[in-house]
């Protein structure tokens, strides 16, 4: 089964509401850190840093699964999903697709910066790898929680919406800007190529773990990568 990247997505009954409640849980659990300061001591806030950001991300996670499961369950009966193979499949070009994207975008950064040596590095990933020394814990949420999260928010949320009004192109456009900018990295249009390899091959499969799986591996790549590194 072939879906066209324009089929839009019908979401299911009081879709309004059910989308709503991973928003607020997803920016309870990132914006109450900032209020940390003032109640704990300096040295306590990294691990109770830790074990907010795990248990927050995995109730967050199961939320908002049983959330987004209608709209599965009615693309599913409408025939839309792809069988175990073709979704295996797709997750194959997806990886494919998003490392051929990354090496592009590299290129032209190195063109633009006057050589390979001359790259600046993430500054969110350097961030990120920084957390994980410190709070061992986060490396659940970078490689798992973290991916499977934002794939509900900015591919099933965000871009499905979208792309109820809007065809294939201005709904990743939107989605991908936004899913760039909340990470606030200097490495912008790195997340603007993911998040239109996500798009696609979330549209192309009508499941939502194609994309997630896609995430993971990248994300456990660049932890690994980290790790052989420091």
Not at 108 to 131: H, P, Y
Not at 185 to 205: E, P
Not at 219 to 230: E, F, H, P, Q
Request: contains cysteine; proline residues 4%; hydrophobic residues 55%.
């Amino acid at each position: 089964m072939k879906n066209s990247v324009n089929l839009p997505f019908n979401m299911a009954e009081k879709w309004q509401i059910r989308h709503v409640i991973p928003i607020v849980i997803y920016l309870i659990v990132q914006l109450v850190p900032a209020t940390f300061p003032s109640f704990l001591s300096k040295s306590q806030i990294p691990s109770v840093l830790g074990w907010w950001l795990a248990i927050g991300f995995t109730l967050a996670v199961i939320v908002s699964f049983y959330c987004l499961r209608p709209d599965w369950q009615k693309w599913k009966a409408e025939g839309n999903q792809t069988d175990t193979m073709d979704t295996l499949k797709w997750i194959g070009i997806g990886i494919v697709l998003l490392y051929v994207s990354l090496i592009s975008v590299n290129l032209v950064d190195a063109w633009l910066s006057g050589g390979i040596e001359n790259i600046a590095k993430s500054q969110n990933t350097d961030e990120i790898m920084k957390a994980i020394q410190v709070i061992p814990i986060l490396q659940v949420m970078v490689v798992l929680l973290g991916p499977i999260m934002e794939e509900f928010l900015f591919r099933h949320i965000m871009f499905g919406n979208l792309s109820t009004k809007l065809n294939f192109i201005f709904s990743f456009v939107l989605s991908g800007v936004i899913f760039g900018l909340i990470h606030g990295d200097n490495k912008f249009l790195i997340y603007v190529a993911m998040s239109f390899v996500f798009s696609l091959v979330f549209v192309k499969t009508r499941r939502i773990i194609a994309p997630i799986a896609i995430h993971v591996f990248n994300n456990g790549i660049v932890v690994l990568a980290l790790y052989a590194t420091t």
